[in-house]
């Protein structure tokens, strides 16, 4: 059976920020889709921390909204954490877009809260994750314009029923970008889910290396992109 065929369990969140470092879930969804059943679970989490106006005018979670309805951290992130931690167990592929920043988010998280990170709770690395974005620009290289989500859901056909920037939709719209790669490129779900992560780790770093040596030529000047995939290791959190 191929891949594509079995269950796959989506991840997305919306955040205060763009550090994965020091920003904080603010919503978050984990979708597992197996045929034609789709399972939704989501979170609400104050983050204890003010949410920035441009944050919240992007997914539209008010820091008083979040602390009026949301549900403290760590229990959220826990629940989160052992949903993608048993999914992982079971040999289902986690699927997220930009995979590197949810996941490293998340374990920043997890660090933060005193809760063990998604390695540690399956006792190896993380794998196997697809990322549609990591996909997208390895399949198709040297197509023009920008890639992202919305930008893909436009260029595959995909429909979503409401506006993207919501933790579900968003996983949902993630879902169905990857099952119209997988429709465009067979050759994708006949790979073996190992070789498939593999070839995701380094399509990922040969595209930072080539998108920071333009940069470099460019004379911009700042971190660039990371060449980690699919999580950057929670060497230190700041609380």
């Known amino acids: 059976m191929r891949w594509s065929d079995g269950a796959v369990v989506g991840f997305d969140t919306e955040t205060t920020g763009v550090d994965v470092t020091t920003d904080r879930i603010v919503t978050a969804a984990v979708v597992r889709?197996?045929?034609?059943?789709?399972?939704?679970?989501?979170?609400l989490i104050d983050p204890?921390?003010?949410?920035?106006q441009g944050a919240a005018e992007i997914h539209g979670i008010t820091t008083d909204h979040a602390r009026l309805h949301g549900r403290r951290p760590a229990g959220a992130l826990e629940e989160i954490a052992d949903l993608l931690s048993q999914a992982l167990l079971r040999?289902?592929?986690?699927?997220?877009f930009n995979a590197s920043f949810d996941l490293s988010l998340l374990d920043h998280e997890l660090v933060r809260h005193g809760l063990p990170t998604l390695a540690e709770r399956i006792s190896r690395d993380i794998r196997v994750v697809i990322d549609p974005l990591v996909l997208d620009r390895h399949l198709d290289r040297f197509r023009r314009g920008k890639r992202r989500l919305g930008d893909l859901c436009g260029f595959y056909g995909v429909q979503s029923v409401a506006?993207?920037?919501?933790?579900?939709?968003?996983?949902?719209?993630?879902?169905d970008v990857l099952g119209a790669i997988v429709q465009r490129?067979?050759?994708?779900?006949?790979?073996d889910l190992d070789d498939l992560h593999d070839r995701q780790t380094t399509?990922?770093?040969?595209?930072?290396e080539g998108f920071n040596s333009w940069r470099t030529a460019q004379g911009l000047t700042g971190p660039g992109a990371e060449s980690a995939w699919p999580i950057r290791l929670p060497e230190a959190v700041l609380v």
């Open 33 to 43: 889709r197996e045929g034609t059943t789709t399972t939704i679970s989501s979170w």
């Open 48 to 52: 204890g921390v003010e949410i920035p």
């Open 91 to 96: 040999g289902e592929p986690l699927v997220a």
């Open 163 to 175: 506006d993207l920037h919501s933790a579900d939709v968003d996983v949902l719209a993630t879902l």
């Open 185 to 191: 490129y067979p050759e994708i779900a006949a790979l």
């Open 203 to 208: 399509a990922h770093r040969a595209w930072a």
